[in-house]
């Protein structure tokens, strides 16, 4: 069987993906790859392909036990024999999933990295013959990377210790040319074919706002999109739980999901959000990993991420049934201080030295730059995006907030120098609430002590939002920081140039509108008809009645995007199931009929 008909039989789907056939060809052909691609485009395939096409065994490494274990039970499913190999198994379990791989009874064998070093599983891949070595989330081999795990230093000591060079695969969502360079030099890649694809995502709508109170304008965001799917990320466990409080109390059925919630209520949630009985989930970024939820309307960071990988991975989760949906991050002065605290008072990991560490912490704020610069900038959006990424690309996208309005930046200098000068007054012991308050020249008893400094009242034509902007501008420019325990505002070297060095603080403001950014009215249903629709209920609920039964995630049984496509098919047999998108042969035999059967009934 070739590529094609091995991505039809097992897999179900017609095409490749831009960048997969590269992929795939390179690996089956022996040459190495370092393949960057978002979250979502389809890493899998680009392996397990090559890993048919092939004579021996694949070797997948995986960091994520949870995911490990719905890929091997996907491809079961899919008619190829796979297993895995880490610490959920017990004892027994290991052992005889290890003498079945040496008996040759699986083409894919997914392996946590720190049982690479055991020398049970080496001996066993050294009498088989180990084809191909893919490594999922390759970026954990760098300390330059979002997760760096020591274990992933052993993957090139593996490779080198087979008898034979297996063709080697990396795979990463994770952009900085320095975590790029590491994956090569550490996996010690053989002059890899570097594919990058597909970081756009043409039908997301990217709109960063500044709003003066965020509840009020998330509020009236979610309202004008009533009834439509949609996520809400907050920084801290405490902010889901206001926004979440915020939200039932104004009317708005919402759910919320973080890590300080029992695995009960969190699963809970979830199941609710994800079949659409609560159409808003209010979470932390621990939400999101493995769910497969295609129509997802809208995304909001209530909170500014800590980097453009994170921001991109979790807005990311709009829109994956391909319809129109949107990205907007609400923006506050405060988000800088929060993610410097967050990043700065991070549990540092064991297994690095102090050094490591604070290089580790250099980069994160280095990151997080970036991340400002996104939210505080006047280019389009997209383009800021996908330029991070490494793709080249237009100046003007036309879907995002920044090409819609036009922005202009106003020059704050003299209001600068005030906020300067106060918190040189109050010898920089406060934080930004409190300086605004002595700038605005508040009359409340906190600060009671602090009126006759010379600034106070200098700023009383403005609102303390207004404030509270300017000073956010200092802080991105780097002319003040709030890095110290506490986010109290300290002055830089820099805040002297702006005092007596004539150096300019410029800030974003909105300039005459350009026009009307319109919405388009969006949900994966609407693109069925309404009696479709409820055929992909009834759909729906088989799925969950089957993936109930053999104890796996309903996506494994068919995707979304298999039961939507097979609404408008309307298959009326075994052969013309085929053609459903993600229908292979052995999904057919072993669903086929309970499928084929809700439809004719419906039709
Ligand atoms: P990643 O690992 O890159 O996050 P996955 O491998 O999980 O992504 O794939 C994401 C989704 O895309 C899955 O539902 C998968 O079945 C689907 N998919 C992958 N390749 C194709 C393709 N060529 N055509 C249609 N759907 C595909
Ligand atoms: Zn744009």
């Known amino acids: 069987m070739d590529k094609y008909g091995i991505l039809k039989t097992y897999f179900g789907y017609d095409t490749f993906r831009p960048g997969q056939e590269q992929i795939v060809d390179a690996l089956a052909s022996g040459r190495d790859v370092l393949a960057v691609m978002p979250t979502g485009a389809g890493k899998s395939i680009c392996y397990q392909t090559p890993a048919l096409l092939s004579d021996g065994i694949t070797v997948v490494v995986s960091p994520l036990i949870s995911l490990m274990k719905d890929q091997v ?3 079961i499913k899919s008619g190829v024999p796979a297993a895995y190999l880490n610490s959920s198994l017990t004892y027994e379990q290991y052992m005889l999933a290890l003498s079945r791989m040496q008996a040759g009874r699986y083409k894919i064998v997914y392996v946590a990295p720190e049982r690479l070093s055991s020398p049970r599983f080496l001996e066993v891949c050294r009498s088989v013959s180990v084809c191909i070595v893919a490594v999922d989330e390759a970026h954990c081999v760098s300390q330059w990377g979002q997760d760096f795990r020591p274990d992933y230093l052993k993957i ?3 490779i080198h210790s087979l008898p034979r060079r297996p063709v080697v695969g990396a795979f990463t969502a994770t952009a900085t040319d320095r975590v790029r360079d590491d994956i090569r030099k550490i996996l010690d890649l053989d002059s890899p074919v570097t594919v990058t694809t597909g970081f756009d995502r043409p039908n997301l709508f990217f709109s960063v706002l500044t709003p003066e109170k965020k509840t009020e304008k998330l509020l009236s965001l979610i309202r004008e999109r009533r009834g439509r799917s949609g996520i809400i990320y907050c920084a801290t466990r405490r902010s889901v739980e206001d926004v979440c409080e915020m939200l039932l109390r104004a009317g708005v059925p919402a759910t919320r999901y973080h890590a300080g919630l029992t695995a009960e209520e969190r699963q809970k949630n979830q199941d609710s959000f994800v079949s659409d009985l609560t159409p808003v989930i209010v979470a932390t970024n621990a939400f ?3 769910i497969d939820k295609s129509n997802v309307s809208f995304v909001i960071h209530y909170n500014m991420p800590k980097n453009i990988e994170s921001y991109y991975q979790e807005a990311g989760r709009a829109g994956r049934d391909g319809e129109p949906a949107e990205c907007i991050l609400l923006y506050g002065p405060h988000d800088i201080i929060t993610a410097k605290f967050l990043i700065n008072n991070s549990e540092p990991n064991p297994d690095l030295s102090e050094e490591e560490q604070a290089s580790v912490r250099q ?7 970036d991340m ?15 330029r991070y990424f490494g793709e080249a690309t237009g100046d003007f996208c036309g879907a995002c907030s920044n090409c819609l309005e036009s922005y202009e930046s106003e020059d704050i200098t003299e209001d600068a120098k005030c906020v300067l000068r106060c918190v040189a007054e109050t010898q920089q012991r406060y934080g930004m609430s409190l300086i605004s308050e002595v700038l605005k ?3 409340s008893e906190r600060i009671s002590r602090l009126d006759r400094a010379g600034s106070f009242g200098a700023l009383r034509t403005y609102t303390l939002a207004k404030i509270k902007n300017i000073i956010s501008a200092l802080l991105t420019d780097g002319f003040l920081t709030a890095d110290g325990e506490y986010p109290v505002l300290t002055l830089t070297e820099r805040s002297a140039d702006v005092l007596y060095g004539g150096a300019h603080v410029k800030m974003k403001v909105l300039g005459k509108k350009k026009k009307e950014p319109e919405m388009k009215k969006t949900s994966s249903s609407q693109a069925l008809t ?7 209920t009834e759909l729906k609920r088989l799925r969950a009645r089957l993936a109930r039964e053999e104890n796996v995630p309903a ?5 979304d995007a298999t039961l939507t496509d097979m609404c408008r098919k309307k298959p009326r047999d075994m052969t013309e199931i085929l053609r459903v998108t993600g229908v292979g042969e052995r999904k057919r035999d072993k669903y086929g009929m309970q499928f084929l059967g809700v439809i004719e009934k419906f039709v």
């Open 73 to 75: 039970a996907s491809l």
């Open 156 to 158: 090139a000591d593996f």
């Open 288 to 290: 999101g990993m493995g």
């Open 363 to 369: 980069s994160e704020l280095s990151r997080l730059e």
């Open 372 to 386: 400002i610069r996104y939210a505080t900038g006047t280019g389009c959006l997209r383009a800021f995006i996908l």
């Open 441 to 443: 020249g508040s009359s």
């Open 530 to 536: 309404g009696e479709d629709s409820e055929l992909l």
């Open 555 to 559: 996506y494994i049984i068919f995707t």
